[in-house]
């Protein structure tokens, strides 16, 4: 009940911020129009690709800033009334379920068709990657050897017994690796590794990405699973520890022999309603333009979707991987089974 109460305290205080970004917006009088963005990325890029879009188009960008589950909550109840225009999240399943619930709509566009990878978007254009993030392994030198290494499904095995260092089964980046498992390997076989994944956890799941990767750096366990993004973080922090936890670790892209590592995208798609399509699917087209592509690699050491764009100089110093080319729609239709599976599995 108190989860309820808080999170519709948090709807009303969204709602009440987009009333007064409506306002702001009906009185600038700008004759090119706005763009109502609902996004659960947070990063400064963004900030810093929004401002470009306003300068060189004219159309002004309103942001409200949520967990995507917040957001898709508000879609809803919205209804016909949403001023959304476009929503974005940081992973493909949480833009599978709001196609499902009918949240979005077909968007015809040459740009984004051409420019993003058929595995990359929905099949029904109702939503587009805007950029990639591999979910790899990242290990302690002293106490692994790289060649002990190999994929996914060995992380199951003996030889990790109380080694993973892993975030909790609550988080969509765990439950859209399971969902590859289940897609690639079957649900049998995704449910055992999941049992023999919490047997080697070094501890019960506990933080986000960046701490599994200091818990590997202060010996709590031998190595992680974390999205490459994070390490890129930390070796750019602020803070000094952060730069030394991510000093410490070295970079391992699983089931390179196979399939290929397992990634996801953080998209956009157009809102169902959306009072502003045109601009909406202009504001897409950008973010997945040259100009834009290169702040999202640069600043926030994502993997660009448009191929002329290289990654960052760190990314690139880790060389080129195979990924795995699994539609990601797939990871979202899969995504009730991964949830059950890790219950059942005992992964907090
Ligand atoms: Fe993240």
């Known amino acids: 009940m108190k989860r309820f109460l ?6 009303a205080a969204l709602t009440s911020c987009k009333n007064e970004k409506q306002d702001e917006a009906a009185t600038s009088g700008d004759s090119a129009g706005e763009v109502n963005v609902y996004t659960h990325r947070h990063y400064a890029s963004d900030q810093q690709l929004f ?21 898709i909550q508000k879609m809803t109840i919205e209804g016909k009334q949403s001023p959304a225009d476009v929503l974005i999240t940081v992973d493909a399943g949480r833009l599978t379920r709001a ?6 709509q077909k968007v015809d566009s040459d740009i984004l068709n051409n420019t993003v990878a058929a595995h990359l978007k929905d099949p029904g254009n109702e939503w587009f990657g805007l950029t990639k993030r591999a979910r790899i392994i990242v290990y302690a030198p002293g106490r692994v050897d790289s060649t002990q290494l190999s ?3 060995d992380l199951a095995t003996e030889k990790w017994k109380d080694r993973i260092l892993v975030r909790s089964s609550e988080n969509i980046y765990n439950q859209s690796l399971l969902a590859s498992l289940i897609v690639n390997n079957g649900e049998e076989a995704a449910k055992e590794w999941a049992e023999a994944m919490v047997e080697n956890m070094a501890r019960a799941p506990k933080g986000n990405d960046r701490d599994q990767v200091k818990a590997v750096v202060a010996g709590e366990g031998d190595l992680a699973i974390v999205n490459t993004y994070y390490i890129g973080n930390l070796l750019n922090s602020e803070n000094p520890e952060e730069v030394k936890a991510g000093e410490s670790v070295k970079v391992f892209f699983p089931n390179q022999e196979g399939r ?12 169902r309603y959306a009072p502003n399509k045109e601009n909406a699917v202009k504001f897409i087209e950008f973010l997945v333009s040259k100009e834009a592509q290169e702040v999202f690699a640069n600043s926030n050491y994502e993997y660009p979707v448009n191929e002329e764009v290289q990654p960052a100089p760190l990314l690139q110093s880790w060389g080129e991987f195979k990924e795995d080319r699994l539609n990601l729609s797939k990871l979202g239709e899969n995504n009730k089974k991964a949830v059950l599976i890790f219950d059942e599995a005992g992964w907090k």
């Open 260 to 271: 290929g590592t397992h990634i996801n995208v953080s998209g956009a798609g157009v809102a």
């Open 99 to 104: 196609k499902d619930q009918g949240l979005l």
């Open 51 to 71: 401002a470009q879009f306003e300068e060189t188009t004219g159309i002004k960008v309103n942001v409200i800033n949520a967990s995507a589950d917040e957001l």
């Open 151 to 153: 994929t996914y499904e």
């Open 6 to 11: 808080f999170a519709l305290a948090t709807l």
